[in-house]
């Protein structure tokens, strides 16, 4: 096992695999910039060091420093968390041509799962259903309307140079394509420079559901189920939850098993999540694959009782996947996670600042990851997540009663959070029934406006 | 409150804006002494103007008991607060609040490490290191190596003046913004 780890990340993930490596007797390192000089993850590390200032790319995205530190402080590992380097098949390199052990999957397998085209590529030489498409660019509007009567209406035109919803057409049937067609390529040109399109199968309401992996350095693969992610605003989650209410036990065993030998195929190793979309008919379709540890890890965490920080570092170390998790983990009840940001809960404004009061709720079934704490600033300078509240109970019934009660107790003071959001969220109807898709936000947020209105 | 009571309690408060005291409690009994020195720290609780203010609102609303303390003659000398978690060390003290203490270093300008790595005084193990105490250097000049990842960054002074301090020792670890060296 590791001696010395350094987490080369910053708030409740830095302080999640710090209490991990402490309970296994690993020695742990935590660097910062200078933003971050009183957080709870530099506090209570066995070391710090402070790496650059508080711009991200000059401390925590500093690939230099971080490796640096790692050197002067003698660590055998570094483990990136999420997001920052975690998913930079450069830093992983970097870190192998230093000689030190880099928590997560080789360089090589990070990059060709981080770019999209080959990661689905992969995925279907693996026979793991994807979003239908047209692999390729659409040479003319013949084409197009040959693609479309393969994947089936309704399809979306995607402009292949551009992004932000331009060059975009969602098209309904064959007699709108021709012309939707047109217009798209147009918009694209004159946007982007580049007028080519490539075209995807459109899900009207889809639901975002993702599977948890654990593989070992050995070829030996695992699914932990699934979680369900449809509640997000502007792509980003709100709400996780597992089990996932659509999911039946043996679609969860089928896709679990031709994603783990999909997995093994390409050699992949440590902890990572396989993201999909599903339709209104039930169909399931990969996306894409996050390589690394989740933020969402603990709703998976309650509901199978591994551990799956320590499970990181444990395959990292060369241990086994049976001597990690010997059997196929039950799903035992439900667990839902909300994340709670610093901002404003109906103008979702940030609100950075020093929190003047602090009271976590507790209880049975109900965890708090945080590294924020009272008299704390939240910087400027990162993203606006300072909690995770996690509540377990035997059904999604009694989860979402404890939601509502640890809510109703969770208390901050000095910044805006959104917590009344998630609030609101548990008292609505269309949540509670569980009948929602990635859309639901803009129905809820709709709905609360025409409620202030009245 | 009783009246001498209070012109005790404004004592104390001159006392602490005197002395830039921004926080003080006190147990007595066995004499606990807790102070916070203003300005060491971006944004804490009470400031010593705030102090005064609230002697006044407690006379006025008349709450209940402000203990009145009896002010020594001298406190007892105390460590100025660092206003900030000590970071755990890494060989190497706290970097950040790289301000002069009293010495010859007092006012001096303060060269801190760009990177993090190993600072090394000198070009190569047996040769004299680039600058020591009592020598005049200018902007640009290299003062020393801090190493990073096999790589020998060339550290150059950003200030003209004369060494007065060297903080670290060659193959010590450096932090980002660590104080190396004091130049006047």
């Known amino acids: 096992m590791f001696r010395k780890v ?85 830093f992983a390199e970097v870190c192998r041509a230093s000689n030190i052990k880099f928590i997560g999957p080789k360089p090589e397998v990070t990059r060709m799962m981080g770019e999209k085209s080959t990661a689905r590529q992969t995925m279907k030489n693996a026979k793991v259903p994807i979003l239908p498409g047209s692999d390729g660019i659409l040479e003319n509007e013949d084409e197009a309307l040959a693609y479309a009567e393969k994947i089936r209406y309704p399809v979306i035109l995607k402009a292949v140079a551009g992004g932000g919803g331009r060059g975009m057409r969602i098209v309904r049937s064959k007699e709108e394509l021709p012309g939707m067609f047109a217009q798209a390529s147009t918009e694209a040109q004159n946007a982007f420079g580049n007028g080519a399109l490539y075209m995807e199968k459109f899900i009207e309401r889809p639901r975002h559901i993702e599977f948890q992996v654990l593989a070992d350095e050995h070829g030996n693969v695992m699914s932990l189920g699934e979680r369900e992610c449809s509640i997000q605003r502007r792509h980003q989650k ?17 896709l679990g098993k031709t994603i783990e030998r999909s997995l093994r195929d390409i050699g992949y190793w440590n902890a990572g ?45 060369g241990e086994r996947l049976r001597d990690i998790v010997p059997e196929v983990p039950e799903i035992r009840g439900h667990a839902i996670e909300c994340r709670i940001n610093a901002e404003h809960p109906e103008k979702f404004t940030p609100s950075p600042g020093k929190i003047t009061v602090f009271n976590l709720p507790g209880g049975n ?13 939240v910087p400027q300078y990162y993203d606006s997540m300072i909690a995770k509240l996690i509540c377990h109970g035997k059904d999604r019934e009694e989860a979402m009663d404890k939601m509502q009660r640890a809510l109703s107790q969770f208390v901050v003071q000095g910044i805006h959070t959104s917590i009344p959001l998630h609030q609101a969220i548990f008292a609505d109807e269309e949540f509670r029934r569980g009948e929602f898709d990635t859309k639901f936000m803009e129905r809820f947020l709709e709905r609360q406006k025409a409620k202030g209105r009245d | 409150m009783a009246a001498e009571d209070l012109q005790q309690l404004r004592e104390l408060v001159e006392f602490l804006k005197a002395n830039g005291i921004a926080e003080f409690d006190m147990e007595r009994t066995d004499l606990k002494v807790r102070l916070k020195f203003a300005g060491l720290q971006p944004s804490t609780g009470v400031d010593a103007s705030s102090l005064s203010n609230l002697a006044s609102a407690i ?25 900030q978690a000590s970071a755990p060390p890494v060989a190497a003290p706290a970097g950040g609040a790289a301000a002069a203490e009293a010495g010859p270093e007092a006012g001096a300008h303060i060269v801190k490490s760009p990177i993090v790595g190993t600072f090394y005084d000198a070009p190569s193990p047996d040769a004299d290191p680039f600058v020591k105490v009592g020598d005049r250097v200018s902007t640009g000049q290299v003062l020393c190596i801090v190493e990073a990842m096999k790589l020998m960054n060339e550290i150059e002074s950003d200030f003209s003046g004369e060494v007065v301090k060297v903080y670290v020792k060659t193959g010590q670890p450096v932090e980002y913004g660590q104080a190396l060296f004091a130049i006047k």
């Not at chain 1, 996780?240 to 089928?254: D, F, G, N, W, Y």
């Not at chain 1, 999540?273 to 540890?293: A, H, P, Q, S, V």
Request: net charge negative; with cysteine; proline share 5%.
């Open chain 1, 273 to 317: 999540t396989i993201e999909f979309l599903m339709d209104e008919d039930g169909e399931i379709y990969f996306i894409e694959m996050n390589t690394r540890i989740q933020v969402e890890h603990c709703v998976t965490e309650m509901v199978t009782g591994v551990d799956l920080v320590k499970a990181q570092l444990r395959i990292a170390a």
């Open chain 2, 59 to 83: 006379a006025a609303q008349g709450a209940a008991q402000v203990v009145p303390v009896a002010v020594p003659a001298a406190l007892p000398s105390v460590q100025a607060a660092a206003g």
């Open chain 1, 365 to 377: 079934g109900v965890r708090v990851d945080t590294a924020q704490y009272a008299e704390g600033v």
């Open chain 1, 238 to 254: 709100l709400i996780e939850e597992a089990p996932s209410l659509q999911v039946t036990p043996k679609l969860r065993e089928r």
């Open chain 1, 6 to 90: 350094l987490i080369a990340n910053r708030g409740e993930i830095a302080l999640r695999v710090i209490s991990a490596c402490k309970e296994m007797g690993i020695r742990t390192v935590a660097v910062y910039s200078e933003a971050d000089r009183n957080s709870l993850h530099v506090k209570f590390a066995d070391e710090a060091i402070c790496i650059g200032p508080p711009a991200s790319k000059d401390s925590y995205l500093n690939i230099p420093s971080v490796i640096s530190a790692a050197e002067i402080a003698g660590a055998d590992a570094i483990h990136p968390g999420y997001g920052l380097l975690s998913e930079n098949a450069n």
